[in-house]
């Protein structure tokens, strides 16, 4: 199927009288093939007061090799001090569509001993992708968030984190990764959160705009839909669909417990069958008093220590509540508030229910 131009005009002024749906496209879809690229690199921070790297065998060999590239030949009897040198993990990401000369953000973290990268500047560090090329070369100097004190009794204070810093657009780029955007007669969008209701109501929205079979669901996560093949009509056909509106489809009902933290969060779309419910507390106090015997004075006896504990059980006064049928979590969490029941014991509640089958969604315990 060809998209002609005039067809793309046609869609560019329809548009505009599409009624407003719930979230745009490109709000829960991206296109397939357009993302971005994770870069990495090895390279040493320079410059720092005293809070960088203690003596290691790499970090003297990287700082030997950078030596070495400004024709600078060191002995190797000579050791040299690298209190003022750290090696950092480079990374940034790399935008869809970066072309040569545009500048990024890179992240710098410290791999070995420093304590601090505050004053510290990143010198020149290759910036490879995936496949071992060099994609951005990296340098400048760092800002730093933290901030890391020590004192000569090993006191030390250490706020946020000293030891990763930003260069905002402190790479450039060099290279540019090969995109697949302007191939094929056809693009892809694949939905951030799969669904087939989704899916469905992505491709009727595209149809009802430009025409029957333009936009076929493939699966619960990708859409295709068929597109001109110039470059620049392409842009521009792409840039009216993404703006397209549609309506989500309703997420499953879940509930999410944290067992770590004592956070639930239920979603409106679970219902509960009928149920009763109780749930009771018991307390268990072991206190330990023990008894000293002393002998006399001058009777040559031993102090005897005899062990006295005491138990005490204590059972809270638990009520029973009862579940109709289809009652909202809204409804569970007024009646659970109403007998006073903690996180902790909300989980367990929840869990039995689970169990008993008397929740209509999914329980995930992180």
Known sequence: MNITLKTLLTVILFSLVVPAQAARIKDIATVQGVRKNQLIGYGLVVGLPGTGEKSNAFTEQTFRTMLNNFGIKVPDSVK?????????????????????????DVTVSAIGEAKSLRGGTLIQTFLKGVDGQVYALAQGSLVVGGLGAEGADGSKVVINTPTVGRIPNGATVEREVPS????????????????????????DVVNGLVGQNTAQPIDAT??????????????????????????PADEAAK????????????????KLKPAAITHGGLTVTIKEDPNVSQPGAFSNGQTVVTPNSSITVQQQNSRMFKLDAGNSLDELVKAVNMVGVAPGDLMAILEALQQAGAIQGELVIL
Do not use: W
């Open 222 to 247: 990708s859409v295709q839909v068929y597109a001109p093949r110039d470059p620049g009509q392409r842009v521009a056909y792409l840039a009216t669909l993404e703006n397209l509106e549609v309506d």
């Open 180 to 203: 697949s955007f302007a191939q094929g007669d056809t693009i892809t969008f694949d939905l951030r959160r799969p669904d087939f209701t989704s899916a469905k109501r992505l491709a």
């Open 255 to 270: 509930i999410i417990v944290n067992s770590r933290t004592g956070t639930i969060v239920i979603g409106s779309q679970v």
């Open 80 to 104: 040299p001090k690298i209190k003022d040198v750290a090696p950092v993990a480079v990374h940034a990401d790399l935008p869809a569509f970066s072309k040569p000369g545009q500048t990024i």
